[in-house]
């Protein structure tokens, strides 16, 4: 069976996080606003698609993110509380896709697409660690 057999057309998933000044641009860059980061925003949106479906999934397998394409539509302050949705808009032999978003409570503030791949994570390992032993 395929690993993404059990996924449903429409599984979605929400979280929400209150934004801290490490989410912020000036965390990183100290000349920069303390507005919530485009990164740490897509690094959300990934982590909401990789929970909407995790459940569906065979013991040993995770996914993995490989298509992010994602707009930040507008700032948001640090104190703020931004909400990010996922759900699956499609479901291929390895593959989801998700229509992402985000909001601060005010407005949206990023939207998007976002595609994971499903990955066994012991064979996933396993490549990354020959890697590592290759490289030394």
């Known amino acids: 069976m395929k690993p993404t057999a059990s996924i449903p057309i429409g599984a979605v998933a929400t979280e929400q996080r209150e934004v801290t000044r490490e989410m912020t641009v000036a965390h990183f860059h100290e000349h920069m606003p303390e507005v919530y980061g485009t990164p740490i925003m897509i690094y959300h ?47 291929g032999d390895t593959t989801i896709k998700f229509a992402v978003e985000a909001h601060d409570g005010f407005e949206k503030i990023g939207e998007g697409t976002h595609v994971r791949a499903a990955v066994e994570m012991g064979r996933f390992m396993k490549r990354v660690n020959a890697k590592v032993v290759s490289s030394q």
């Open 45 to 91: 949106l990934e982590n909401t698609a990789a929970a909407a479906i995790q459940k569906f999934l065979p013991d040993g397998w995770i996914t993995v993110g490989v298509i992010v394409n994602a707009k930040h539509l507008a700032a948001t302050p640090v104190g703020a509380t931004v909400t990010t949705r996922a759900e699956v808009l499609e479901v």
